[in-house]
């Protein structure tokens, strides 16, 4: 289990943006030597909805991927179902000034995994704040 903040250039609404369209969930969904082409994402953003995308990489490598939504009281809050088995909570509070507070709760991950995502995932919270900024 770990949990990451990271403040964004933009009101809780905007934000919420990066879950609900492909544009700017392709900004920022990213993997090391991979990106997310905006065109190979579909996003459903309902309870059971997916966000299905592709990772495409160097030598025309391409690796298909899929989020299940949770619940969503969106601009509040997400949660995304990830294999392996992790459950991530997205919290965004207003942090005055037009910036969002963005918490990311992740749970459910084998204890060996973590730092590699954490890492990862520090590298995606970075780049959905360079997106609105």
Same mark, same amino acid.
């Given at each position: 289990m770990f949990t990451l903040t990271q403040l964004v @250039?933009?009101?809780?609404?905007e934000v919420a943006r990066a879950f609900?369209?492909?544009?700017?969930f392709?900004?920022?969904f990213l993997a090391d030597g991979f990106t997310t082409p905006a065109d190979r994402v579909t996003i459903d953003a309902r309870p059971g909805g997916l966000i299905s995308a592709v990772f495409v990489g160097d030598g025309d490598v391409e690796v298909?991927?899929? =989020?299940?939504?949770?619940?969503? @009281?969106?601009?509040?809050?997400?949660?995304?179902?990830? @294999?392996?088995?992790?459950?991530?909570?997205?919290? =965004?509070? @207003?942090h005055g000034e037009g910036q969002t507070r963005l918490e990311y709760?992740?749970?459910? =991950?084998?204890?060996d995994h973590e730092p590699a995502i954490r890492t990862g995932v520090a590298h995606m919270l970075g780049c959905l704040a360079a997106y609105f900024s």
């Amino acid at each position: 289990m770990f949990t990451l903040t990271q403040l964004v @250039d933009a009101p809780p609404a905007e934000v919420a943006r990066a879950f609900t369209e492909p544009e700017p969930f392709a900004a920022w969904f990213l993997a090391d030597g991979f990106t997310t082409p905006a065109d190979r994402v579909t996003i459903d953003a309902r309870p059971g909805g997916l966000i299905s995308a592709v990772f495409v990489g160097d030598g025309d490598v391409e690796v298909p991927f899929s =989020l299940r939504f949770g619940p969503v @009281d969106l601009p509040q809050s997400v949660v995304l179902y990830v @294999d392996p088995p992790e459950e991530v909570t997205i919290r =965004l509070t @207003d942090h005055g000034e037009g910036q969002t507070r963005l918490e990311y709760l992740s749970s459910g =991950l084998p204890a060996d995994h973590e730092p590699a995502i954490r890492t990862g995932v520090a590298h995606m919270l970075g780049c959905l704040a360079a997106y609105f900024s």
